[in-house]
């Protein structure tokens, strides 16, 4: 059964710990992303991966850290320098930069609360 | 700096009817623009989409019309279904396969059985 798997669905924080999103795809997509939700906002892209051991930043990375050490996994790590954690994350996946639109998957999301 | 805008938080609609979410976008570098489907607790789907050198895309129920001229696209979907009811996001890209989409804040829409 292929997908996107985030896990947990919900998670809680205090303020001032870093804390590690989890994103795995058995797809076999090459390009990974990482969105986030706020109330009111669309999804705006954190970081983004066409190939393992390569990432940039989207439009709101600071604050956000990421690795691809393996094709079928990018963790999203939301470090204490991000003022503002708590948001819906959602993980995203696609075969290739040049693939159809129907071809990008969304993960469940993972809903954090940093108090 | 919102690029995409859904204006309408919500929309209800009977069953039956034509739902019409309308989306505009201020960004004249965007080329393609399309649709995604979320319910809750699952992530988005895309849609549909269209590109810029159309005016129209139809798939099944779904219907995209663009007008480039207003900086305005809206989707149809007739006869809406109860199935139908979950947040729709517009999101648009400068070119095709760009992994950097912009998003709409999203409209949700309910269909009244």
């Known amino acids: 059964d292929g997908g996107i798997t985030q896990s947990p669905k919900y998670l809680f924080r205090k303020e001032g710990q870093n804390v590690t999103l989890s994103c795995e795809q058995n797809l076999n997509h090459d390009a990974m992303y990482w969105y986030r939700q706020d109330p009111g906002q669309g999804l705006r892209l954190i970081y983004y991966?066409?190939?393992?051991?390569?990432?940039q930043k989207g439009d709101i990375a600071e604050g956000y850290s990421v690795s691809r050490e393996k094709k079928e996994s990018f963790p999203l790590t939301v470090t204490s320098a991000q003022k503002n954690p708590t948001a819906f994350y959602l993980c995203?996946?696609?075969?290739?930069?040049?693939?159809?639109?129907?071809?990008?998957?969304f993960g469940p999301g993972t809903r954090l609360t940093v108090t | 700096d919102q690029q995409v805008k859904q204006n309408s938080p919500s929309l209800s609609v009977q069953e039956g009817r034509i739902s019409i979410l309308n989306c505009d976008y201020t960004?004249?570098?965007?080329?393609?623009f399309l649709w995604y489907k979320k319910y809750p607790a699952e992530g988005p789907t895309f849609l549909i989409s269209?590109?810029?050198?159309?005016d129209k895309n139809e798939d099944g129920r779904f219907t995209v019309f663009l007008n480039k001229s207003a900086k305005h696209l809206s989707l149809h979907i007739v006869p809406s279904q109860p199935g139908d009811s979950a947040v729709y996001f517009c999101a648009a890209s400068p070119n095709f396969g760009n992994e950097k989409l912009t998003f709409g804040t999203g409209t949700r829409l309910t269909i009244i059985p």
């Open positions: 960004n004249s570098m965007f080329d393609y």
């Open positions: 269209i590109s810029s050198i159309k």
């Open positions: 991966s066409q190939i393992v051991n390569d990432f």
């Open positions: 995203a996946s696609s075969p290739a930069r040049a693939a159809g639109w129907d071809e990008q998957y």
